[in-house]
């Protein structure tokens, strides 16, 4: 049985109720017991939607998909410590955000939801948009107005219609929010996204034999990355699967850090703060809307935040392109708070993280 829970008063809504927020205005979580079943995933493709049953989407009929997921899992060196890297940038539209989006659409689909809206820097832009004209459902998409023009041309191809405005990204969610009589299909908002995010947490763990990272890395602006993969690694937790939780690191941008500030405050909420323009547009988030939610998950797994400066990401990012791997700059934050925490880190320890954007959708930056 699927419901959805407000996090702040603890209203309950049903599955089939279109809605992506409470009436009290607060957040709204998918409350729901994943089933694993070993035989018939050991007889489908690989990719994502091979764990069908731990997916919240009730006919597979409704499934709107490319066949995505299951992205390699290679090692990199760096400097002597091994980590172990999910290629997520080779998802269709170029980015993880297409984990989310494959099943946020396909319940949008579900619903009978014909017309959506969403906001994004870009990349979550481009997966609704591509998930939408594949299901031929009806996108708008707000974006700020330093959102990259490689991402707008990709979102525009895709046929949905792009809406520039003014400022930053809480600016474009605001405007994209005042439309009232259209769905919001908001990876941040909207639940759903998270629980197709959560499939890089079942992938890496099948890929290291059903074992546990002890660190999962990973970048840091709305979180949808890293609270799926909370979600992800609880599930498996409570099935008895892996043993263990792994420590959840976060990376944001020295330019914006709101969640690492917070952190080493010891507050549990976000405050507001005085950000500057990144590199890394897609953690670019002053306001996150699940910002107290990405402290908890890091907190409650013993985890940390790090922040990087933009000579640190310049530096990464073209470090990497000399080695052959052609990413956004979101991405390269985290081989920036790697290379600085090393040392740190035992030998022993399997370190894992993501690159989450293809280059190719941000070519100011080479």
Same mark, same amino acid.
């Given at each position: 049985?699927?419901?959805?829970?407000?996090?702040?008063?603890?209203?309950?809504?049903? #599955?089939?109720? !279109?809605?992506?927020?409470?009436?009290? +205005? *607060?957040?709204? $979580?998918?409350?729901?017991?994943?089933?694993?079943?070993?035989?018939?995933?050991?007889?489908?493709?690989?990719?994502?939607?091979?764990?069908?049953?731990?997916?919240?989407? /009730?006919?597979?009929?409704?499934?709107?998909?490319?066949?995505?997921?299951?992205?390699?899992?290679?090692?990199?060196?760096? $400097?002597?410590?091994?980590?172990?890297?999910?290629?997520?940038? /080779?998802? !269709?539209? +170029?980015?993880?955000?297409?984990?989310?989006?494959?099943?946020?659409?396909?319940?949008?689909?579900?619903?009978?939801?014909?017309?959506?809206?969403?906001?994004?820097?870009?990349?979550? *832009?481009?997966?609704?948009?591509?998930?939408? =004209?594949?299901?031929?459902?009806?996108?708008?998409?707000?974006?700020?107005?330093?959102?990259? !023009?490689?991402?707008?041309?990709?979102?525009?191809?895709?046929? =949905?219609?792009?809406?520039?405005?003014? +400022?930053?990204?809480?600016?474009?969610?605001? =405007?994209?929010?005042?439309?009232?009589?259209?769905?919001?299909?908001?990876?941040?908002?909207?639940?759903?996204?998270?629980?197709?995010?959560?499939? /890089?947490?079942?992938?890496?763990?099948?890929?290291? $034999?059903?074992?546990? !990272? $002890?660190? /999962?890395?990973? %970048?840091? +602006?709305?979180?949808?990355?890293?609270?799926?993969?909370?979600?992800?690694?609880?599930?498996? @937790?409570?099935?008895?699967?892996?043993?263990?939780?792994?420590?959840?690191?976060?990376?944001?941008?020295?330019?914006?850090? %709101?969640?690492?500030?917070?952190?080493?405050?010891?507050?549990?909420?976000?405050?507001?703060?005085?950000?500057?323009?990144? @590199?890394?547009?897609?953690?670019?988030?002053?306001? %996150?809307?699940?910002?107290?939610?990405?402290?908890?998950?890091?907190?409650?797994?013993?985890?940390?935040?790090?922040?990087?400066?933009?000579?640190?990401?310049? #530096?990464?990012?073209?470090?990497?392109?000399?080695?052959?791997?052609?990413? #956004?700059?979101?991405?390269?934050?985290?081989?920036? =708070?790697?290379?600085?925490?090393?040392?740190?880190?035992?030998?022993? #320890?399997?370190?894992?993280?993501?690159?989450?954007?293809?280059?190719?959708?941000?070519?100011?930056?080479?």
């Amino acid at each position: 049985m699927v419901k959805l829970v407000c996090s702040s008063c603890q209203q309950c809504y049903s #599955e089939n109720d !279109p809605r992506w927020q409470c009436d009290c +205005g *607060g957040l709204l $979580d998918v409350q729901f017991t994943p089933e694993f079943d070993a035989d018939k995933m050991q007889h489908r493709p690989f990719t994502m939607w091979r764990y069908r049953e731990a997916i919240p989407v /009730l006919h597979d009929s409704n499934i709107v998909s490319f066949y995505e997921g299951f992205t390699p899992l290679i090692d990199i060196d760096m $400097d002597g410590l091994t980590v172990k890297v999910k290629m997520d940038h /080779l998802f !269709p539209s +170029g980015s993880f955000k297409d984990r989310g989006a494959s099943v946020l659409i396909s319940k949008v689909k579900e619903l009978g939801v014909h017309h959506v809206v969403e906001d994004s820097s870009g990349n979550a *832009g481009a997966a609704i948009a591509a998930y939408c =004209a594949r299901a031929r459902i009806e996108c708008d998409i707000y974006v700020s107005s330093f959102a990259s !023009p490689e991402k707008l041309r990709h979102i525009e191809s895709m046929g =949905a219609r792009v809406h520039k405005v003014p +400022g930053s990204r809480e600016d474009a969610a605001e =405007a994209a929010q005042a439309s009232r009589t259209v769905y919001y299909a908001s990876h941040a908002w909207n639940p759903y996204f998270l629980h197709g995010t959560k499939t /890089l947490a079942y992938e890496m763990c099948e890929q290291l $034999d059903w074992r546990a !990272p $002890d660190r /999962l890395v990973v %970048p840091v +602006g709305n979180g949808t990355l890293l609270l799926g993969a909370f979600i992800g690694f609880t599930e498996l @937790l409570n099935a008895g699967i892996i043993d263990k939780m792994p420590k959840l690191i976060a990376v944001q941008t020295a330019n914006c850090a %709101p969640c690492a500030e917070a952190f080493r405050k010891g507050k549990d909420d976000i405050s507001a703060i005085d950000s500057k323009p990144t @590199l890394a547009e897609g953690i670019a988030v002053a306001q %996150p809307v699940r910002g107290s939610q990405i402290i908890s998950a890091v907190r409650n797994t013993d985890g940390d935040f790090l922040t990087v400066s933009e000579n640190d990401i310049k #530096e990464w990012l073209h470090h990497l392109y000399r080695r052959g791997y052609y990413i #956004e700059p979101t991405s390269a934050v985290v081989f920036a =708070a790697l290379s600085r925490c090393g040392q740190k880190i035992a030998k022993n #320890e399997v370190i894992v993280t993501v690159i989450t954007g293809h280059g190719l959708k941000t070519q100011k930056y080479t």
